[in-house]
């Protein structure tokens, strides 16, 4: 990693594409195996997420966060207030249960560009995030990943995030159904 290093709020199309890019990326690299090949393929493009960070802007729903270095984007996150009920964005008939976390945050997605992994950026915009979060008074975050990505399960309890036993269930195309485990950190 090298400097300098420096936090983006996503506020334009160039951000919200940047974004979408490395969840393009992330998806691809992360998920091979997990999610049909076709959906990755058809569904998750580098221009497939601008939309949603668009609205989320215009709505004020979550807040988009990019790391950069330099002039490059090395890695991105989404947070905000916890989601709660159906979430047909991620995928058709998901429907999260977060009763018990009323009033917390939430990273809802956190991606490090293919190739920049490893090199302390996610947990520089992982702290920011948890920062941000904890400076707007949530008591506490919340976040989904995948029980195959051991990695990234390593990557969350190191930054202080449990799992609360919580398996969601995420159905894909073609009966595949994808098992996203809940991390918490209470501030």
């Not at 996503?10 to 997990?34: D, K, L, N, Q, V």
């Not at 004020?60 to 964005?89: F, H, K, T, W």
Request: glycine letters at 10%; one cysteine or more; proline letters at 5%.
């Amino acid at each position: 990693m090298s400097e300098p290093l420096r936090f983006v709020d996503a506020c334009t199309e160039e951000h919200f594409s940047a974004m979408s890019a490395i969840h393009c990326h992330g998806w691809r690299t992360t998920y091979r195996g997990f999610v049909p090949d076709d959906y990755l393929r058809d569904v998750t493009t580098e221009d497939h997420w601008i939309p949603f960070f668009r609205e989320d802007r215009a709505t004020g729903r979550c807040r988009g966060l990019l790391l950069y270095e330099q002039d490059r984007p090395v890695a991105c996150c989404n947070y905000g207030p916890i989601r709660s009920g159906p979430s047909p964005r991620q995928s058709e008939g998901l429907v999260i249960d977060s009763s018990q976390y009323q009033g917390w945050g939430e990273v809802i997605s956190f991606y490090t560009e293919s190739g920049c992994t490893g090199m302390g950026y996610g947990s520089v915009l992982l702290e920011e995030a948890l920062r941000r979060l904890k400076t707007a008074g949530y008591p506490g975050c919340t976040l989904f990943v995948l029980r195959e990505n051991e990695g990234a399960r390593r990557f969350y309890q190191r930054h202080g995030f449990a799992w609360d036993g919580t398996v969601q269930l995420v159905p894909f195309p073609h009966d595949m159904v994808c098992h996203d485990l809940r991390y918490i950190h209470t501030f």
